[in-house]
């Protein structure tokens, strides 16, 4: 079954302390992306990523690091959370860029 | 930022009524995409325009691209329970990919 999978699905954390986000794809699309969607913003793009080892910065970038040394993984880093991180997030692949995007199941985070 | 606008934000719609949601761009776009999240889920990938003055029809839906390509629409006829949930229109730009804010669809039965 072709799919999008976010590891955890809920996380409470505290100010400052490292986490990652885990995202993995089956269906060998080249661009990942990162979104996070809050209250009347909709869904805003954190970074992408082209292919393996390609990885730019969206909208909304400070806070968060990503890598792509694996075409079917995308991981979401936050180095030093904040309260202001406290957010829905969604992974989300494709063939590229223009072409229809499948989501993951959302990684609810809260930071304290 | 945001490329593309959405509105009305939310909208609440008698059963059997019909609504309409645009999605406007103050640049020329490539193509369009629209997406509807279900309450509690994630955004799925409905259709994606890419023809000035394209229209597409899936059953009760009808999407719609500008002539200039700077806008769009999402009409509902005859809106069911089923409907509920939020659309977002979304656009290609310098391979990024831009999501509107989204409308939120309520339904009186």
């Known amino acids: 079954e072709a799919q999008v999978t976010q590891n955890p699905r809920y996380l409470i954390t505290v100010t400052g302390k490292k986490l990652t986000v885990t995202c993995s794809q089956n269906?060998?699309?080249?661009?990942m992306s990162w979104y996070r969607q809050d209250p009347g913003l909709g869904l805003r793009q954190i970074y992408y990523?082209?292919?393996?080892?390609?990885?730019d910065k969206g909208d909304v970038p400070e806070g968060y690091k990503v890598s792509r040394k694996e075409k079917r993984n995308f991981p979401l880093i936050l180095e030093s959370p904040s309260p202001n991180q406290t957010s829905l997030y969604f992974c989300?692949?494709?063939?590229?860029?223009?072409?229809?995007?499948?989501f993951g199941q959302g990684t609810r985070l809260t930071v304290v | 930022g945001q490329q593309v606008m959405q509105i009305p934000q939310y909208q609440h719609v008698q059963e059997g009524e019909d609504f309409t949601t645009y999605c406007n761009s103050s640049?020329?776009?490539?193509?369009i995409q629209w997406y509807k999240q279900r309450p509690g889920g994630h955004p799925v990938f409905l259709i994606q325009?890419?023809?000035?003055?394209e229209v597409k029809k899936q059953k009760r839906l009808t999407f719609q691209f500008g002539e200039a390509k700077k806008n769009s629409s999402l009409h509902i006829t005859a809106t069911q329970t089923t409907d509920v949930g939020t659309y977002f229109c979304?656009?290609?730009?310098?391979?990024?990919?831009?999501f509107g804010a989204g409308t939120t669809v309520t339904v009186r039965a």
């Open positions: 979304a656009a290609s730009n310098d391979y990024k990919l831009s």
């Open positions: 989300a692949s494709s063939f590229d860029p223009y072409t229809e995007a499948f």
């Open positions: 990523s082209m292919n393996v080892e390609v990885t």
């Open positions: 325009l890419v023809k000035s003055g």
């Open positions: 640049t020329t776009l490539s193509n």
């Open positions: 269906m060998n699309h080249e661009y």
